[in-house]
Protein backbone atom coordinates (compact mmCIF):
# COMPACT_ATOMS: atom_id res chain seq x y z
CA UNK A 1 0.00 0.00 0.00
CA UNK A 2 1.82 3.09 -1.29
CA UNK A 3 -0.89 6.08 -2.26
CA UNK A 4 -3.87 7.73 -0.78
CA UNK A 5 -6.18 10.36 -1.61
CA UNK A 6 -7.15 13.34 0.43
CA UNK A 7 -10.42 15.30 -0.38
CA UNK A 8 -11.70 18.44 0.59
CA UNK A 9 -15.09 19.49 0.12
CA UNK A 10 -16.00 22.75 -0.25
CA UNK A 11 -19.22 24.98 -1.34
CA UNK A 12 -17.90 25.90 -4.85
CA UNK A 13 -15.46 23.16 -4.84
CA UNK A 14 -13.97 20.02 -3.83
CA UNK A 15 -10.00 20.15 -3.65
CA UNK A 16 -8.54 16.37 -4.40
CA UNK A 17 -4.86 15.05 -3.78
CA UNK A 18 -2.90 12.01 -4.73
CA UNK A 19 -0.72 11.03 -1.97
CA UNK A 20 2.32 9.01 -1.28
CA UNK A 21 2.56 7.46 2.85
CA UNK A 22 5.07 9.64 3.14
CA UNK A 23 2.98 12.67 2.36
CA UNK A 24 4.59 13.91 -0.52
CA UNK A 25 1.44 14.93 -3.00
CA UNK A 26 1.40 13.32 -6.19
CA UNK A 27 -0.68 14.81 -7.84
CA UNK A 28 -4.00 17.84 -6.90
CA UNK A 29 -6.94 18.68 -9.03
CA UNK A 30 -10.63 20.58 -8.32
CA UNK A 31 -13.65 19.53 -9.43
CA UNK A 32 -17.35 21.51 -8.71
CA UNK A 33 -19.15 21.00 -6.06
CA UNK A 34 -22.88 20.43 -7.59
CA UNK A 35 -24.68 21.70 -4.57
CA UNK A 36 -27.97 21.63 -6.59
CA UNK A 37 -30.67 18.79 -5.96
CA UNK A 38 -29.36 18.97 -1.95
CA UNK A 39 -26.13 17.95 -2.96
CA UNK A 40 -26.65 14.62 -4.51
CA UNK A 41 -24.33 14.49 -6.97
CA UNK A 42 -21.01 15.42 -4.65
CA UNK A 43 -20.08 12.16 -3.60
CA UNK A 44 -20.61 9.89 -7.04
CA UNK A 45 -18.63 13.27 -8.96
CA UNK A 46 -15.92 12.64 -6.17
CA UNK A 47 -15.68 8.27 -6.98
CA UNK A 48 -15.67 9.40 -10.49
CA UNK A 49 -12.69 11.66 -10.54
CA UNK A 50 -10.85 9.34 -8.31
CA UNK A 51 -11.70 6.28 -10.18
CA UNK A 52 -10.74 8.18 -13.47
CA UNK A 53 -7.36 9.60 -11.81
CA UNK A 54 -6.47 5.60 -10.53
CA UNK A 55 -6.86 4.66 -13.97
CA UNK A 56 -5.23 7.66 -15.76
CA UNK A 57 -2.11 7.08 -13.17
CA UNK A 58 -2.35 3.02 -14.23
CA UNK A 59 -2.86 2.66 -10.01
CA UNK A 60 -3.72 -0.98 -8.50
CA UNK A 61 -6.20 -0.35 -6.24
CA UNK A 62 -4.01 -2.72 -3.58
CA UNK A 63 -1.74 -0.09 -3.76
CA UNK A 64 -4.15 2.33 -1.71
CA UNK A 65 -4.88 2.96 1.61
CA UNK A 66 -8.27 4.42 1.03
CA UNK A 67 -9.61 8.23 0.94
CA UNK A 68 -10.06 10.46 3.97
CA UNK A 69 -12.57 13.31 3.47
CA UNK A 70 -13.14 16.89 5.22
CA UNK A 71 -16.48 18.17 5.21
CA UNK A 72 -17.77 21.75 6.18
CA UNK A 73 -20.10 20.78 8.96
CA UNK A 74 -20.01 18.55 11.97
CA UNK A 75 -18.95 14.82 11.14
CA UNK A 76 -19.50 12.32 13.86
CA UNK A 77 -16.60 10.00 14.40
CA UNK A 78 -18.29 6.88 12.38
CA UNK A 79 -18.18 9.50 9.19
CA UNK A 80 -22.02 10.71 8.79
CA UNK A 81 -23.29 14.50 8.47
CA UNK A 82 -26.75 15.75 10.00
CA UNK A 83 -26.60 18.54 7.80
CA UNK A 84 -24.22 20.75 5.87
CA UNK A 85 -25.66 24.32 4.60
CA UNK A 86 -22.62 24.94 2.33
CA UNK A 87 -23.34 21.46 0.09
CA UNK A 88 -27.01 21.33 0.47
CA UNK A 89 -26.72 17.85 2.23
CA UNK A 90 -29.40 17.04 4.90
CA UNK A 91 -28.81 13.64 6.53
CA UNK A 92 -25.56 11.79 4.91
CA UNK A 93 -23.52 8.44 5.33
CA UNK A 94 -20.61 10.04 3.76
CA UNK A 95 -18.59 7.22 4.68
CA UNK A 96 -20.61 4.46 3.96
CA UNK A 97 -21.40 6.07 0.51
CA UNK A 98 -18.24 6.58 -0.49
CA UNK A 99 -17.13 3.44 -0.06
CA UNK A 100 -20.20 1.80 -1.42
CA UNK A 101 -19.56 4.19 -4.69
CA UNK A 102 -15.39 3.41 -4.43
CA UNK A 103 -14.92 -0.15 -2.61
CA UNK A 104 -12.12 2.12 -0.65
CA UNK A 105 -11.69 2.22 2.97
CA UNK A 106 -12.67 6.27 3.92
CA UNK A 107 -12.44 8.24 6.72
CA UNK A 108 -14.60 10.95 6.78
CA UNK A 109 -13.71 14.46 9.34
CA UNK A 110 -14.88 18.38 9.97
CA UNK A 111 -13.00 20.45 7.57
CA UNK A 112 -11.53 22.59 9.89
CA UNK A 113 -10.67 19.78 12.13
CA UNK A 114 -8.95 17.81 9.19
CA UNK A 115 -6.77 21.20 8.16
CA UNK A 116 -5.56 21.56 11.44
CA UNK A 117 -4.41 17.52 11.42
CA UNK A 118 -2.79 18.80 8.20
CA UNK A 119 -0.89 21.65 10.03
CA UNK A 120 0.65 19.14 12.45
CA UNK A 121 1.83 17.03 10.13
CA UNK A 122 3.30 18.98 7.63
CA UNK A 123 2.83 22.61 8.64
CA UNK A 124 2.87 25.32 11.33
CA UNK A 125 2.43 22.11 14.09
CA UNK A 126 5.13 20.05 12.25
CA UNK A 127 6.61 17.52 14.95
CA UNK A 128 3.90 18.79 17.72
CA UNK A 129 1.17 16.42 18.65
CA UNK A 130 -0.63 18.56 21.18
CA UNK A 131 -1.87 21.78 18.97
CA UNK A 132 -4.58 24.37 18.50
CA UNK A 133 -5.77 25.65 15.12
CA UNK A 134 -7.75 28.44 14.82
CA UNK A 135 -8.96 29.22 10.74
CA UNK A 136 -9.45 33.10 10.47
CA UNK A 137 -11.80 33.35 7.65
CA UNK A 138 -14.84 34.07 6.57
CA UNK A 139 -16.13 32.42 9.59
CA UNK A 140 -13.96 31.39 12.35
CA UNK A 141 -13.07 27.40 12.12
CA UNK A 142 -10.99 25.29 14.32
CA UNK A 143 -9.60 21.97 15.22
CA UNK A 144 -8.07 20.61 18.56
CA UNK A 145 -5.49 17.76 18.55
CA UNK A 146 -4.09 15.71 21.49
CA UNK A 147 -2.06 12.68 21.88
CA UNK A 148 -1.79 13.09 17.61
CA UNK A 149 -5.68 12.74 17.47
CA UNK A 150 -8.39 15.06 16.89
CA UNK A 151 -11.08 16.19 19.25
CA UNK A 152 -14.26 15.26 17.55
CA UNK A 153 -16.50 14.47 20.65
CA UNK A 154 -20.18 12.96 20.96
CA UNK A 155 -21.94 15.27 17.80
CA UNK A 156 -18.68 15.90 16.09
CA UNK A 157 -18.31 19.31 17.17
CA UNK A 158 -15.49 18.90 18.95
CA UNK A 159 -13.08 22.52 18.47
CA UNK A 160 -15.47 24.75 17.08
CA UNK A 161 -13.53 27.21 18.73
CA UNK A 162 -15.16 29.85 16.65
CA UNK A 163 -18.59 29.58 18.49
CA UNK A 164 -17.20 29.93 21.99
CA UNK A 165 -18.73 32.65 24.07
CA UNK A 166 -16.30 36.09 24.39
CA UNK A 167 -19.18 38.70 24.91
CA UNK A 168 -21.78 38.23 27.35
CA UNK A 169 -23.53 41.22 26.42
CA UNK A 170 -23.59 41.76 22.70
CA UNK A 171 -26.71 41.97 20.71
CA UNK A 172 -26.25 40.72 17.36
CA UNK A 173 -26.50 37.28 16.86
CA UNK A 174 -23.96 35.11 15.48
CA UNK A 175 -24.44 32.79 12.29
CA UNK A 176 -25.30 30.04 14.80
CA UNK A 177 -28.26 31.51 16.42
CA UNK A 178 -26.68 32.39 19.37
CA UNK A 179 -24.69 36.12 20.52
CA UNK A 180 -20.96 36.89 21.51
CA UNK A 181 -19.42 34.29 19.90
CA UNK A 182 -15.53 34.72 19.08
CA UNK A 183 -16.69 34.34 14.90
CA UNK A 184 -18.24 37.63 15.40
CA UNK A 185 -14.97 39.27 15.70
CA UNK A 186 -11.78 37.29 14.76
CA UNK A 187 -13.39 36.23 11.23
CA UNK A 188 -12.55 38.36 8.26
CA UNK A 189 -16.11 39.78 8.93
CA UNK A 190 -16.05 40.22 12.43
CA UNK A 191 -12.75 42.84 12.21
CA UNK A 192 -15.01 44.30 9.57
CA UNK A 193 -17.56 44.69 11.97
CA UNK A 194 -15.18 46.10 14.19
CA UNK A 195 -13.13 48.41 12.06
CA UNK A 196 -16.91 49.82 10.94
CA UNK A 197 -17.79 50.70 14.81
CA UNK A 198 -14.79 52.29 15.33
CA UNK A 199 -14.67 54.56 12.46
CA UNK A 200 -18.23 55.62 13.21
CA UNK A 201 -16.98 57.06 16.31
CA UNK A 202 -13.82 58.39 15.39
CA UNK A 203 -12.29 61.98 14.52
CA UNK A 204 -8.57 60.81 13.92
CA UNK A 205 -6.70 60.89 10.83
CA UNK A 206 -6.91 56.93 9.15
CA UNK A 207 -6.34 55.50 5.53
CA UNK A 208 -9.38 53.22 6.64
CA UNK A 209 -12.82 54.03 4.96
CA UNK A 210 -15.90 52.43 6.78
CA UNK A 211 -18.03 52.30 3.82
CA UNK A 212 -15.63 49.45 1.52
CA UNK A 213 -13.37 48.37 4.25
CA UNK A 214 -11.71 45.14 4.82
CA UNK A 215 -9.55 42.80 6.92
CA UNK A 216 -7.32 42.82 4.70
CA UNK A 217 -6.92 46.91 4.41
CA UNK A 218 -6.92 47.05 8.40
CA UNK A 219 -3.84 44.77 8.82
CA UNK A 220 -2.54 47.06 5.63
CA UNK A 221 -3.00 49.91 7.51
CA UNK A 222 -1.17 48.50 10.31
CA UNK A 223 1.97 47.93 8.92
CA UNK A 224 1.78 51.32 7.09
CA UNK A 225 1.82 52.96 11.09
CA UNK A 226 -2.04 53.98 11.31
CA UNK A 227 -2.85 54.79 14.83
CA UNK A 228 -6.70 53.81 14.16
CA UNK A 229 -6.28 50.55 12.64
CA UNK A 230 -3.46 49.26 15.35
CA UNK A 231 -6.54 49.73 17.72
CA UNK A 232 -9.06 47.80 15.73
CA UNK A 233 -6.31 45.41 15.57
CA UNK A 234 -5.64 45.35 19.43
CA UNK A 235 -9.64 44.73 20.10
CA UNK A 236 -9.71 41.75 17.51
CA UNK A 237 -6.40 40.49 19.21
CA UNK A 238 -8.00 41.07 22.97
CA UNK A 239 -11.24 38.74 22.10
CA UNK A 240 -9.25 35.88 20.57
CA UNK A 241 -5.82 35.81 22.80
CA UNK A 242 -8.04 35.72 25.61
CA UNK A 243 -10.34 33.13 24.01
CA UNK A 244 -7.29 31.14 23.04
CA UNK A 245 -6.27 31.26 27.06
CA UNK A 246 -8.82 29.82 28.37
CA UNK A 247 -9.19 27.49 25.75
CA UNK A 248 -5.50 26.67 26.39
CA UNK A 249 -6.49 26.14 30.32
CA UNK A 250 -8.76 22.85 28.62
CA UNK A 251 -6.55 21.62 25.95
CA UNK A 252 -2.36 22.49 27.09
CA UNK A 253 -1.22 22.69 23.51
CA UNK A 254 2.46 23.13 22.51
CA UNK A 255 1.63 25.27 19.74
CA UNK A 256 -1.16 27.22 18.45
CA UNK A 257 -1.34 27.19 14.50
CA UNK A 258 -3.11 30.33 13.24
CA UNK A 259 -4.39 30.16 9.81
CA UNK A 260 -7.11 31.15 6.99
CA UNK A 261 -7.36 33.98 5.03
CA UNK A 262 -6.62 36.56 7.73
CA UNK A 263 -3.40 34.91 8.52
CA UNK A 264 -2.04 36.09 5.28
CA UNK A 265 -1.26 39.42 7.02
CA UNK A 266 1.76 37.46 8.56
CA UNK A 267 3.65 37.88 11.29
CA UNK A 268 2.29 41.01 12.26
CA UNK A 269 -0.32 39.02 13.44
CA UNK A 270 1.04 37.29 15.82
CA UNK A 271 1.96 40.02 18.78
CA UNK A 272 -1.73 41.26 18.39
CA UNK A 273 -2.77 37.71 19.77
CA UNK A 274 0.00 36.77 22.10
CA UNK A 275 0.30 39.90 24.30
CA UNK A 276 -3.50 39.56 25.18
CA UNK A 277 -3.18 35.80 25.56
CA UNK A 278 0.00 36.31 28.02
CA UNK A 279 -2.27 38.37 30.45
CA UNK A 280 -4.80 36.32 30.69
CA UNK A 281 -3.01 33.04 30.16
CA UNK A 282 -2.80 30.15 33.29
CA UNK A 283 0.59 30.30 34.62
CA UNK A 284 1.44 26.54 33.35
CA UNK A 285 0.30 27.70 29.69
CA UNK A 286 2.44 31.10 29.22
CA UNK A 287 5.23 29.26 27.15
CA UNK A 288 2.36 28.04 23.96
CA UNK A 289 3.79 29.21 20.87
CA UNK A 290 1.88 30.85 18.54
CA UNK A 291 3.00 29.87 15.00
CA UNK A 292 0.79 31.07 11.20
CA UNK A 293 -0.12 27.90 9.70
CA UNK A 294 2.26 27.43 6.24
CA UNK A 295 -0.25 24.96 3.77
CA UNK A 296 -2.69 27.39 2.67
CA UNK A 297 -5.02 25.78 0.52
CA UNK A 298 -3.71 21.98 0.85
CA UNK A 299 -4.14 21.90 4.43
CA UNK A 300 -7.33 20.48 3.92
CA UNK A 301 -6.65 17.39 1.49
CA UNK A 302 -3.15 17.22 3.59
CA UNK A 303 -4.93 16.62 6.98
CA UNK A 304 -7.88 13.98 5.06
CA UNK A 305 -4.67 11.95 3.94
CA UNK A 306 -3.33 11.82 7.32
CA UNK A 307 -6.81 10.77 8.68
CA UNK A 308 -6.63 7.74 6.76
CA UNK A 309 -3.55 6.99 6.95
CA UNK A 310 -3.80 7.43 11.05
CA UNK A 311 -6.69 4.98 10.17
CA UNK A 312 -5.76 2.53 7.92
CA UNK A 313 -1.86 3.62 6.86
ZN1 LIG B 1 -21.82 31.44 16.90
Known amino acids: MKYCFGVDIGGTTVKMGLFEKTGEILDKWEIVSKTENEGEAVLPDIAESIKGKIQERG ?86 IIGGKVVVGTHGAGGEIGHLCVNYDETEICGCGNKGCLEQYASATGIVRLARKKLAAETRKTVLQAENVTAKDVFDAVKAGDTVAQEVAEEFGRFLGYCLANLAIVTDPAVIVIGGGVSRAGEVLIPYIQKPFLEKAFFANKDVEFKLATLGNDAGICGAAKLILDERG
Open 59 to 144: LEEADIVGIGVGVPAPVTADGVVNGSANIGWGYKDVKGELEGLTGLPTEVGNDANVAALGEMWQGGGEGETNIVMVTLGTGVGGGV
